[in-house]
Structures are given as C-alpha cells and as structure tokens.
C-alpha cells in the first residue's frame, strides 16, 4: 500500500512540474506564431497533453497481456472514460481553484465562438462513437463508416479553428507568454528551443501519467476493482493529470481561453478521433451500466458548460456543478449500482 502511495506523490510532482515547462514552451511557441488563444489551447495543448491518455487504450488492446476480455475492457473504459473525466472532475477542479484565487462569483471569460465549436463538436461526435456502440456486433462496415466520419470530423473541426485564428488575435485573443522561455536560461531563445522544451515536457507527462496508472492499477488490485471500473474511474484521474494541471494553471492567471480550450479541445480530440481509432482496432460495444452511466454523464456535464455559457451564470460557482456529475458517478460504483 505504502508503494502505491509513494508511487502516485512522486508520479503527482513529476506531472505538475513538467505542466509548468509545457505551458510555458506552448506559450512562447503560440506568441510567436501568431496565433489565438483558441488554437493554442484547443489544438496544440488538448492534442499535446492528450498523449498518455491516447497511449493507454492503444497499449491496452494491442499490446496486453493474454486475458483479451480484460484488455478490451481496459481499453474500451480508458476511451469511454477520458471524456467523462474532463467533463466532470478536470471541469470541477478548475472550478474549485479558480473559486479559491478569483473568488466564487468571478465570471469567466473565454472566448466564446472557439468554446461553442468545441462543445458542438464534442456532442455531435461523442454521440455518433457511443451510438454506433449500441448497434449489433456483426455491423462492421457501419463501424468503419462511422470512424471514417469521426476521422473527418475532427479534422474539419482543425480546419475551421485555425480559420479563425487571424481574426481572433485582430479581436485581442493572441497567444501571450507571461513568463521568458524556460529554455532560455541556457540557449538563446529560438523556436528549435522551444521545441525541445516542449517535447521533452510532453515526454515527461507521459512518463508521469504512466507511473500514476502504474500506482492507480496496484491500488485497485489492492482494494479489488475490476478492470472495467479502473479503466472508467482511476487510469483517467491520472492520464488526464496534464490537462487538470494545465487548467488549473492558466484559470488562476485569468487564461480563461487557454484554460477552457484545454479541457474542450481535449474532449473533442478524445470524443472522435479516439473512439475511431477504437473502432478499427476493438470490439465496440457497450454492455455495461458502469459505462452507460459514465457516457451520460459525460455529455451531462459538457450540456451543463454549453447551459452556463448561453446563461451568462459561467461562474467558479455554477461550474462547480460539472464535480457533481463526478460525485454521482462515484456514488454508483460504491453502491454497486451497476451490477
């Protein structure tokens, strides 16, 4: 137990650290470019920091070990469980420690075209990836069909937000770094640099995120969780580290855009392109409550974002709400509600 622990603290600091150097390079990377805010954050980060989460269902189904049901279900929960993850707790956290530093009636200020298009986006396509899980097993090509539009969604979604960069920074949504690069305490500032920097901060998140699954995964054999529930409930917490950490840095600092389009660029990217990838290469299908459950609450707490931008109430306070669907969640698989 005590290794465990350990295991998750050093696996904690490594992903807090290497965030601070990702941010600051991502940062840089986007003034220098030129780009929005919307871009850097729903494209660049949410792609970035997605790595260990993409990393797992793939490692899970293709390069498991000899219990295939086990890696399908490991897989299957990572995928499905992403999702549901950044739209309940990584939402609710960023809540939680905007609340504490801007205080809890601070209104947030994304930006919101980039916002909406990442919401829309999510919802259109997470719903046709869960929708074509409840169709017979036998119904290949229309699982291929389907991944083939997730595949073409998401990529005319990139189309349409590096379209609105340019006007965006006329508009004063430019990507601004707040702090020199990191790097250039050593080298002279370049891009080459700031590369480096920001490959070696995603290497060290991946890294980071796997010793946390790596501790998450001896906890719940300790406590004995089966794989379905670790897949959906515990790898997430860690994979999705980045992103929460990410968040939550640029929330306190006002990056609301930066911030939001993390998280939601992140979903979108989890909520299509993954699940196709999943359908190539996995049975798709979905025959458990626990999974059910945490679709529907995915798209709960993302429908929950899209009702408090429309309503203007896109507080610490109301955004609260979106740990609430987590809270629900975590009282059905202690309950057993799913069996």
């Not at 911030?259 to 979903?267: K, P, R, V």
């Amino acid at each position: 137990m005590i290794e465990a622990i350990l295991s998750l603290l050093f696996a904690l600091v490594i992903v807090f650290l290497a965030a601070q150097v990702f941010t600051n390079a991502l940062e840089w990377l986007g003034e220098k470019m030129g780009v929005s805010e919307g871009v850097t954050g729903s494209v660049f980060a949410a792609v970035g920091t997605a790595m260990p989460e993409t990393i797992v269902p793939m490692v899970a189904v293709l390069a498991g070990g000899a219990a295939v049901e086990v890696n399908h279900a490991v897989g299957l929960g990572a995928i499905l469980g992403a999702p549901f993850m950044l739209g309940t707790l990584s939402l609710g956290l960023m809540a939680y420690f905007a609340g504490r530093k801007r205080g809890w009636t601070d209104t947030f200020k994304p930006e919101t075209t980039g916002l909406h298009r990442d919401i829309c986006v999510f919802m259109t396509g997470f719903s046709l990836a869960v929708g074509v899980a409840f169709l017979p097993e036998s119904w290949h090509n229309i699982r291929i069909f389907a991944a083939l539009m997730l595949f073409m969604i998401y990529f005319l979604y990139l189309m349409a937000t590096i379209r609105a960069s340019q006007q965006l920074v006329s508009e004063g949504h430019g990507t601004e770094a707040d702090e020199d690069l990191y790097g250039a305490k050593i080298f002279t500032p370049s891009r080459m640099v700031a590369s480096l920097q920001l490959l070696l901060a995603i290497a060290a998140l991946i890294w980071g995120a796997r010793l946390f699954v790596a501790g998450a995964e001896l906890m719940s054999e300790l406590i004995g969780v089966g794989a379905l529930v670790v897949s959906l409930l515990i790898v997430p917490v860690a994979t999705e580290l980045p992103e929460k950490v990410n968040s939550i840095l640029w929330i306190r600092r006002k990056r609301d855009t930066l911030a939001f389009g993390n998280i939601t660029g992140a979903m979108v990217f989890q909520g299509t392109v993954i699940p196709a990838i999943g359908m190539l290469i996995m049975p798709w299908h979905i025959d458990s409550a626990y999974a059910i459950a945490a679709v529907m609450l995915a798209l709960s707490g993302i429908a929950w974002l899209w009702f408090l931008m429309q309503s203007e109430r896109l507080t610490p306070a109301w955004l609260m709400g979106n740990a609430v669907f987590y809270a629900v969640f975590l009282v059905y698989v202690v309950t057993g509600g799913g069996h």
